[in-house]
């Protein structure tokens, strides 16, 4: 069995990732999943959360929200609406983007649409700011 499998991490807008690495930990639907060389097949739909891998000892993070991930024993493929690294985010935009949705959150009333679409901008802009600072305590659990 080989010690690494590939990753790679697309949106609609671009390629992101396409690497080699040991471990990676992705956001699933039901909670993380971590990834390591000859993990059984499945395919888990994606959370708004981190994904983090290592490669040569540097972690790499990334910000995602919704999507699916399919595992294989060599190999991951992320198909995310949004994708960021953690060093791309704009902190600024996702701060308004957060003061935006809480604002929206409180104008929804009994409106269940507007109260979702609120709360899914405000979970993706809260994952924004703790990728973007580091508090995603998990990502240091990839080894």
């Known amino acids: ?5 590939e990753i790679e991490i697309v949106t609609p807008e671009r390629a992101l990732v396409s690497d080699t690495t ?6 699933g639907k039901d909670g993380y999943v971590a ?8 395919i888990t739909e994606l959370a708004v959360g981190e994904i983090a891998y290592r490669k040569s000892g540097e972690l790499h993070r990334l910000a995602v929200a919704w999507g699916f991930a399919e595992v294989l024993p060599d190999r991951v493929v992320v198909m995310a609406e949004t994708a960021e690294y953690a060093t791309e ?4 935009k996702a701060r308004r983007e957060k003061t935006h949705a809480e604002e929206r959150l409180r104008e929804a009333g009994s409106d269940q649409e507007a109260y979702d679409r609120a709360n899914a901008q405000l979970q993706r802009a809260e994952n ?9 305590a998990l990502a240091n659990l990839v080894p």
């Not at 040991?22 to 956001?27: E, M």
């Not at 990834?35 to 499945?42: D, E, I, K, T, Y």
């Not at 985010?89 to 600024?92: A, C, F, R, T, W």
């Not at 924004?128 to 995603?136: N, Q």
């Open 1 to 5: 069995m080989a010690d690494t499998l």
């Open 35 to 42: 990834v390591l060389p000859g993990h059984a097949p499945l």
């Open 22 to 27: 040991s471990a990676v930990l992705i956001p």
């Open 128 to 136: 924004l700011i703790r990728v973007h600072e580091g508090m995603g």
């Open 89 to 92: 985010i704009d902190i600024e």
